[in-house]
Nanobody, 124 residues
């Protein structure tokens, strides 16, 4: 079992930046691909970004590419999501997820562990 705890959400204005953190516990952190998903009201949960266990390979959705950066600190069992140039349409509950695998997948069904979510609100 892997336990995931997110932090760092909040209310920001359009164009601002925010950094989310997700601390994992319970298993060997480097065995897991780590990812971020988000879910806005009335919408399905969608893939945002992911990083492989060694931190070498990353993937982003087209809607955040160039504005968001995912990184992990394996010494701290933590994955981060740096969000820049935030837009009102980025507002959502952001979820940290873990996948015990070597490769990144973007479907929610491919991820076995989820955090409780952290709210990001972007005012215009």
């Amino acid at each position: 079992q892997v336990q995931l705890v997110e932090s760092g959400g909040g209310l920001v204005q359009t164009g601002d930046s925010l950094r989310l953190s997700c601390e994992a516990s319970g298993r060997t952190f480097t065995d897991y691909v780590m990812g971020w998903f988000r879910q806005a009201p009335g919408k399905e949960r969608e893939f945002v970004a992911a990083v492989t266990g060694n931190g070498v390979t990353v993937s982003y959705s087209n809607t955040v590419k160039g504005r968001y950066t995912i990184a992990r600190d394996n010494a701290k069992n933590t994955v981060y999501l740096q969000m820049n140039s935030l837009k009102p349409e980025d507002a959502a509950v952001y979820y940290c997820a873990a996948r015990e695998a070597r490769f990144i997948r973007t479907a929610t069904s491919d991820w076995g562990y989820w955090g409780q979510g952290t709210q990001v609100t972007v005012s215009s």
